[in-house]
């Protein structure tokens, strides 16, 4: 059983940082792309950033290229995102997920698993 768990969420002021982590169980994940997603009130869910099972490729929303950074510790079977120059319209429920496959993933149908989600809120 899969199971993946969040944290790191919180409430941070405009131009603040947060970092979040994702533990993931239940098998290896040596192999399969990880990533975070998110969703807004009233919005869809949207693919944030994903990074491949080497860490060779990464893929970022246009709306966070060039601050945020996600990463990944295969040892670890740890994924994390890390949020700088925040803006309130990064104010949404993140969900870390996992697509069974490798390579470079860029919507949300194309994962498998994701897990409970973390609220990071940003204030102005």
């Known amino acids: 059983q899969v199971q993946l768990v969040e944290s790191g969420g919180g409430l941070v002021q405009a131009g603040g940082s947060l970092r979040l982590s994702c533990v993931a169980s239940?098998?290896?994940?040596?192999?399969?792309?990880m990533g975070w997603l998110r969703q807004a009130p009233g919005k869809e869910r949207e693919c944030v950033t994903s990074i491949s099972s080497s860490g060779i490729t990464t893929y970022y929303a246009e709306s966070v290229k060039g601050r945020f950074t996600i990463s990944r510790d295969n040892a670890k079977n740890t994924v994390y995102l890390q949020m700088n120059s925040l803006k309130p319209e990064d104010t949404a429920v993140y969900y870390c997920a996992v697509r069974s496959g490798s390579g470079r993933v860029t919507r949300v149908s194309e994962f498998d698993y994701w897990g409970q989600g973390t609220q990071v809120t940003v204030s102005s």
């Open positions: 239940g098998r290896t994940f040596s192999n399969s792309a």
